[in-house]
């Protein structure tokens, strides 16, 4: 079984700042582009960053300059940086991963549980 476990998450002023992570565990060959989601109550779940193997990052406009992801292949791990957090930025964050469990096997999506940010103002 593949796992993405986030941590990280917590209670924040405006302003303020936090760093999520994520980690993949089980079998994995390959990770291709990881990233972060998120979803605030009675909306969708949208985009927030991506980042390539290659290192190429993609970001929401409306976390531009705010946020920041790294990644560490060899730790199989995503990072967001998150600073002056917003009250418009509390969510659940979910971490997701395109990967190859075996040599043969396709890439997947998948998804971590979720961490909850809220952002007080």
């Known amino acids: 079984q593949v796992q993405l476990v986030e941590s990280g998450g917590g209670l924040v002023q405006a302003g303020g700042s936090l760093r999520l992570s994520c980690a993949a565990s089980?079998?994995?060959?390959?990770?291709?582009?990881m990233g972060w989601y998120r979803q605030a109550p009675g909306k969708q779940r949208e985009m927030v960053a991506t980042?390539?193997?290659?290192?190429?990052?993609n970001f929401a406009d409306s976390v531009k300059g705010r946020f920041t992801i790294s990644r560490d292949s060899a730790k199989k791990s995503v990072y967001l940086q998150m600073n002056s957090l917003e009250p418009e930025d509390t969510a659940v964050y979910f971490c997701?991963?395109?990967?190859?469990?075996?040599?043969?096997?396709?890439?997947?999506?998948?998804w971590g549980q979720g961490t909850q940010v809220t952002v007080s103002s």
């Open positions: 089980g079998s994995i060959v390959s990770i291709g582009l």
């Open positions: 997701y991963a395109v990967l190859k469990r075996t040599f043969s096997t396709a890439y997947i999506a998948s």
């Open positions: 980042i390539t193997s290659g290192g190429d990052t």
